[in-house]
C-alpha cells in the first residue's frame, strides 16, 4: 500500500526508516501489504538524501494520489497542520500523526472528520513517545470508571530534571544535551514551560473522559524555578520532583487537569522514571493503579508509535477504529486551586515560630548550607487558594505540590 509522510524533521525521517529497515514484519503484520513510502512532503530541502525522488514541496501531490490510503503526518503545529489533514480525511485517506499539539486544538474535529468519511485518525504517538498510552486507556482499560490519571509526559524535562539531580549539571547544559538528542520541541520553550505535557494531558483527560479538554483550561507550570535547593529539600524526605500531569475525576460534568512540577515519594512508581523515559499511571476503580513506561521521546521510539498506527490504518482501511471523545464545554475543567485537596512543600524567608503560627505542627525539612533564616516545610492537605491565603505575610521562595501518586 502507498503512504505518504507530511514532515521529514527527527520524527518524520525515523518513520521512513521504520518502515524501510521493518519491512519485514510490517508487511506480515498487515496482512500481508508492503507499506510503500510514495511521498514525502516537506519545505526543506535534503541534498544527498537517499530518498530524494519522493520529496516534494506540494501537499496536492499526496491529495492526488488515488493510491495513497495512509499519510503520516509529522509536521508538528496546527497549521498547516490542520487545514491538510482535515483535507486528506474528507478526501477519505487515513492520517496518523505524532503532532500533540493539533490533537489537543483540534482532535474533535478531526475525528468528527474522520467519523464522517469513514477514514482513520489515529495518534498513539501523541502522547509518551514510544509507550502504548492511547489505545489501553480507550480499549483494555474500557471497563473502568477512571479515577485519575497522573504521567511524566514530557521526555525533554525529564531529562533535564534528571541530569541535573544525579550529575549537577546546569539547566543549560542539560536542555542542550536533550535538543542534540531529538527530544526537545523546535521551541524548547513549550517543552520547560510545560505546555507539550499540557497537550498531552488534553489528549489523556479527553480519552479518559469522553470530552474535549483544550490546552487553555489546564492551569500550566513549567520547572524553571525548580532549583538544586528545592532538590536538595526533597531528597531529605526520601522524594524526587518531577514534572507531572495530573488528571482527577469530580463527576460527569467535571474534571481537574493540571500540569507543574509535584514532590513524588520514592516508593513511587513514578519515582524511579529518570531522563528521558515518560511514564503514565492510570487509577482505575475495577483495575486499581496500572503504569505504562517507555521512552517517552526520540526518533526510533516515536517512530515506532507512529508507523503501528500505519499499520493499523492499512489494516482497517475499510473499517472504523473507535477511538474519540465528545464535545467539552467552558465549565467541563474546574478550577483545581479551589477544588483540589493536596499537600504542598513550601520554601521561605521565615522561621519556624512564625510557621507554626500560621499552620500549626507541620513538617520541616533541612538541608546542608541551609541558611539560617530559610524555613522548608510540608503542609496538611489544603486547597492551593487556601495555601496562598495562609501564606500572604510571608516571604516565599517556592511552593511544590505535593502528589499522592
Ligand atoms: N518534546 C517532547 C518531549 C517530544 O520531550 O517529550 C515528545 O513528545
Redesign the pocket.
Same mark, same amino acid.
Given at each position: 500500500m502507498k503512504v505518504a509522510v507530511m514532515g521529514y524533521g527527527t520524527v518524520g525521517s525515523g518513520v521512513v526508516e521504520v518502515i524501510e529497515s521493518h519491512d519485514n514484519v510490517i508487511t506480515k503484520r498487515t496482512g500481508g501489504e508492503p507499506l510503500e513510502v510514495a511521498h514525502i512532503l516537506d519545505l526543506r530541502d535534503f541534498p544527498g538524501d537517499p530518498h530524494e525522488k519522493l520529496f516534494t514541496k506540494d501537499f496536492n501531490d499526496i491529495l492526488s494520489d488515488d493510491e495513497v490510503r495512509v499519510v503520516a503526518e509529522t509536521m508538528g503545529g496546527v497549521e498547516p497542520a490542520f487545514s491538510f489533514t482535515m483535507k486528506l480525511l474528507k478526501a477519505g485517506k487515513s492520517v496518523v500523526t505524532?503532532n500533540?499539539e493539533l490533537v489537543a486544538q483540534k482532535g474533535l474535529e478531526l475525528l468528527e472528520a474522520a467519523e464522517e468519511s469513514g477514514a482513520n485518525y489515529l495518534f498513539e504517538a501523541?502522547?509518551g #513517545?514510544g509507550i502504548p498510552i492511547i489505545r489501553p486507556m480507550s480499549q483494555c482499560l474500557a471497563a473502568n470508571n477512571i479515577e485519575g490519571v497522573a504521567g511524566i509526559? &514530557? #521526555?525533554?524535562?525529564?531529562?533535564i530534571l534528571t541530569k541535573m539531580i544525579e550529575e549537577d549539571m546546569d539547566f543549560s547544559d542539560a536542555l542542550k544535551l536533550?535538543q542534540d538528542n531529538g527530544? !526537545?520541541?523546535k521551541d524548547?520553550t !513549550?517543552?520547560i514551560e510545560g505546555f507539550?505535557?499540557c497537550r498531552?494531558v488534553c489528549i489523556l483527560a479527553s480519552l479518559a473522559f469522553g470530552k474535549h479538554v483544550y490546552p487553555n483550561q489546564v492551569a500550566t507550570e513549567g520547572i524553571t524555578k525548580i532549583t538544586l535547593e528545592d532538590v536538595a529539600y526533597i531528597h531529605s524526605i526520601k522524594g524526587v520532583i518531577k514534572l507531572l500531569g495530573q488528571i482527577k475525576y469530580i463527576s460527569d460534568d467535571k474534571i481537574a487537569a493540571f500540569v507543574s512540577p509535584a514532590v513524588v515519594q520514592h516508593g513511587s512508581q513514578l519515582a524511579s522514571v529518570n531522563d528521558?523515559f &515518560?511514564a503514565i499511571l492510570v487509577r482505575g476503580d475495577a483495575v486499581g493503579d496500572v503504569c505504562f513506561y517507555g521512552p517517552? !521521546?526520540?526518533k526510533l521510539p516515536?517512530a515506532s508509535a507512529v508507523v503501528a498506527d500505519m499499520v493499523d490504518a492499512a489494516k482497517h482501511i475499510e473499517r472504523k477504529k473507535i477511538f474519540g471523545w465528545g464535545a467539552g464545554s467552558e465549565d467541563y475543567v474546574v478550577d483545581y486551586k479551589s477544588t483540589i485537596e493536596m499537600p504542598f512543600y513550601v520554601r521561605a524567608k521565615a522561621n519556624k515560630v512564625k510557621i507554626q503560627a500560621i499552620f500549626g505542627e507541620v513538617k520541616f525539612l533541612s538541608r546542608i548550607g541551609q541558611p539560617s533564616d530559610e524555613v522548608a516545610f510540608i503542609t496538611d492537605r489544603m486547597t492551593e487558594n487556601a495555601l496562598d491565603n495562609k501564606l500572604a505575610g510571608v516571604d516565599v521562595i517556592n511552593i511544590i505540590k505535593v502528589t499522592n501518586y
Open positions: 505524532s500533540k501523541s502522547v #513517545g509526559l &514530557n #521526555g525533554t524535562t525529564n531529562f536533550a527530544y !526537545a520541541e524548547p !513549550a517543552d507539550d505535557a498531552k528521558v &515518560n517517552g !521521546a526520540g516515536t
